[in-house]
């Protein structure tokens, strides 16, 4: 089924959402979390961040997590990291993929990760060097993202030249992969098809683009459709839009995973994913989280269509 | 203003979202509703529709409404009709247009109207032969409303080719608008792009084209997107969404407004609307509705973005 696949849609709640949850979320509820995702037909899921236990304690099972994804046939595990200290951390557990994240608004990395753009640069050339070390590292990607690349809380908009500049390098530095994230929920369709556009336009005979949204502002779907019209088939999105934003504490998340395969699917594009199944996991999470932290989602709300719409042809 | 505007968007909560709500909404907070958003630059409103008080005592107090509407300048005053009866009774007020509406799906029609579709045509033919009678009423603008063309709850998928058949009638018949309705929120947006791409192809030239979408499974700005790629520059919406679908009780109705002119206008498309009047106006109509009646809208619970966007150029 994988082989038939339109579109690439990627589970990052296990790490964009629980990173955001106070109360630790149990194991045992993030293992069959995983493993109910990836029978739904979700041909990756980010598992964690590898950033120290005392800074965000919810990734504290990270080995266990990890362990039990590689186990999964097909299913591509991959990891946040911010620096060289978490890809050595990846490295040795032997994820698929790292993905390392720098944010093209300078103020937002210097609050973020403490140092500048240029210098989060200069860690994923570490991270390279890391890599290129061991034989053993040679078949794990790195991807590279450029978090507030469609706007900034602290610096409002962000010039698209400088998310291509970044962009360029990181491609220089070997990334499988250029994922352009709107953070904070700032973009809108025709900025998503803008800078979609251009990044398609210079690195997509390169290299893979992807898409990350949030739906801070109601207009996580509009932009997927954008940016499907810019020629992007790789999206990320959360079970139930977990990951709300520090600095919009009523906002919800990223853009809601069940409700971003129900669009694609009707829209007659294959995400190899079984919907059905996909809503079915909410009961799994919302049974680890906290009664504080809500679920969201239209299809989940609406339920399906009924009469089933006929397949569409053409 | 008016003049500048790039799309023309539509409340249309004050009939399609006040005939769901059970309580009577207060004529005072009606006119203030009515006022306040004409203030704020909303070019059109949908104020009732034209129905026998003892099916929707909502509109007991069009004659007033209408009236209060009609003193406001540069406003377009419209109202809902399904047949001849309705249409004379808006003349006799002299609303600057009707909207006749009726339902792609034969089986809509007959459960909503109690005729079948081309019975509904003959309906408009005699709602243009009363307007034909008196001079007085040459100025009002007809436009025809096909909903549930992007599918239906009873029929499921909906023809395109039966839409375009109606449309061509309807032009036939002399409407100045064709209004194309996602009445139940089925459509998606590779779906709305090629219903109003051949809509557009086929009577764009004669007729000014509006889409009017309900946002029931979370695609509505989405569809919006779609049709806008397909040249679509007019769009109903209601204020938090008011209306919600008989057949989906969990399910919010219309578009919000809000977030519809908060895209657009992020999209660097001139609405013509100040959103911050437009969003305090919730206050008002959440002081006319019942608690168990909420408002939907993503702008107003996460906020406009901060710091504001600078304006994006080109």
């Known amino acids: ?26 194991t045992d509820a993030k293992l069959r979390w995983l493993q109910a995702e990836a029978d739904a037909g979700i041909p990756e899921i980010e598992v964690c961040s590898f950033v ?49 994240v720098l944010s093209a608004s300078e103020t937002h990395n210097l609050k973020n990760v403490r140092c500048t753009t240029e210098e989060s640069l200069g860690r994923l050339k570490d991270i390279f060097a890391l890599r290129n070390e061991n034989p053993a590292y040679a078949g794990i990607d790195i991807a590279g993202g450029i978090s507030t690349a469609l706007g900034c809380t602290m610096e409002g908009k962000i010039d698209p030249t400088r998310v291509m500049w970044i962009a360029e390098e990181m491609l220089k530095l070997g990334v499988s992969e250029i994922m352009i994230a709107d953070t904070v929920g700032y973009a809108n369709p025709a900025l998503v098809h803008d800078v979609f556009r ?92 906290p009664e504080s932290e809500p679920l969201y989602g239209a299809i989940a709300r609406a339920g399906l269509p009924k009469p089933k719409m006929p397949e569409m042809t053409g």
Request: aromatic fraction near 6%; charged fraction near 20%; include cysteine.
């Open 52 to 100: 120290p236990v005392h800074v965000v304690p919810q990734f504290q099972d990270h080995a266990e997590i990890v362990e039990a994804g590689l186990k999964i046939p097909g299913l591509t595990v991959s990891a946040l990291v911010p620096n060289a200290r978490g890809a050595a951390r990846g490295f040795e557990l032997g994820v698929d993929k790292l993905n390392f």
């Open 1 to 26: 089924m994988s082989n038939q696949r339109d579109i690439i849609v990627r589970e990052v709640g296990m790490r964009d959402g629980l990173q955001m949850v106070k109360d630790i979320f149990p």
């Open 198 to 289: 251009q990044a398609a336009d210079l690195f997509a005979k390169d290299v893979r683009i992807s898409a990350h949204f949030h739906d801070t502002r109601g207009l996580g779907l509009a932009n997927v459709v954008a940016a499907l019209n810019a020629g992007i088939t790789e999206f990320d999105a959360s079970m139930g839009g977990l990951g709300g934003c520090p600095f919009a504490p009523a906002a919800t998340g990223n853009i809601v995973m069940e409700d971003l395969v129900f669009m694609l699917e009707e829209m007659g594009l294959n995400t190899g994913v079984n919907l059905e199944k996909l809503i079915s996991i909410r009961e799994i999470i919302n049974g680890g989280l």
